[in-house]
């Protein structure tokens, strides 16, 4: 079945470091990528988004380019920030009304 | 003007007790979901609703109902519950390609 892999957290970094956070999928169809953040003690807000191949989501300094022939989307920050500090989703679905396959998470931690 | 609201965020309970949470939106989106969060924060989809109609329903135990009185209500009743329970119930609704809105979750414990 489908499924999003996800590299295993924590990961720790300092201000201003450059963030590369690994994802692969396996699916079966052309699905759409998504990138979801959850701050402490909140809940999932989308970061950004892909619905086709060679697309790029952007937002907040974050980018992820939806990579069909490598099956990834990996999320890139040139220059993270404390406040960057949250668990960080990479997920797929197929259309509207079917469920989001979610990776396991990956914690980044930005210390100053 | 939340988006999507769930009641309450705090739940402690009894083992073998019926508890309810509930969930609103005000998007006017016709889907809506819930997931679990288990402890390793691992997010698995348990129901989804389009225009009240039940689309999906993961293998869940029969303790878990999930009720849809309108397209912006979806509630979620749980009969006698166990200690494996104890997690974090993500509410989220759609209208668009994929593209889910989250409520604030509710951290259900079981005692």
């Known amino acids: 079945g489908d499924s999003v892999t996800q590299m295993e957290g924590p990961v720790t970094l300092s201000e201003e470091a450059f963030l590369t956070i690994n994802c692969t999928y396996t699916?079966?169809?052309?699905?759409?990528l998504f990138w979801y953040v959850q701050y402490p003690g909140e809940g999932l807000q989308l970061l950004l988004k892909?619905?086709?191949?060679?697309d790029k989501g952007s937002n907040k300094g974050f980018e992820a380019t939806y990579r069909k022939e490598t099956t990834s989307f990996h999320l890139e920050k040139g220059s993270v920030q404390v406040s960057d500090s949250a668990v960080y989703f990479c997920?797929?679905?197929?259309?509207?009304?079917?469920?989001?396959?979610f990776g396991k998470g990956t914690t980044l931690s930005v210390s100053s | 003007d939340t988006a999507v609201s769930q009641t309450p965020k705090y739940l402690v309970t009894q083992m073998g007790n019926d508890k309810s949470i509930k969930c609103e939106q005000n998007?006017?989106?016709?889907?809506m979901y819930w997931y679990k969060q288990d402890s390793k924060k691992f997010l698995k989809i348990m129901f989804s609703?389009?225009?009240?109609?039940?689309?999906i329903n993961e293998t869940v135990p029969n303790r878990f109902s999930p009720k849809s009185p309108d397209k912006a209500h979806l509630n979620l009743h749980i009969n006698s519950l166990e200690l494996g329970d104890s997690a974090v119930y993500f509410c989220?609704?759609?209208?668009?390609?994929?593209?889910?809105?989250f409520g604030p979750g509710t951290r259900l414990t079981v005692l």
């Open positions: 699916a079966t169809g052309y699905p759409s």
């Open positions: 892909a619905t086709k191949a060679d």
């Open positions: 997920a797929l679905t197929y259309q509207a009304g079917t469920a989001l396959i």
């Open positions: 989220a609704s759609s209208l668009q390609r994929g593209e889910q809105f």
């Open positions: 609703y389009n225009n009240k109609e039940l689309i």
């Open positions: 998007l006017g989106h016709d889907t």
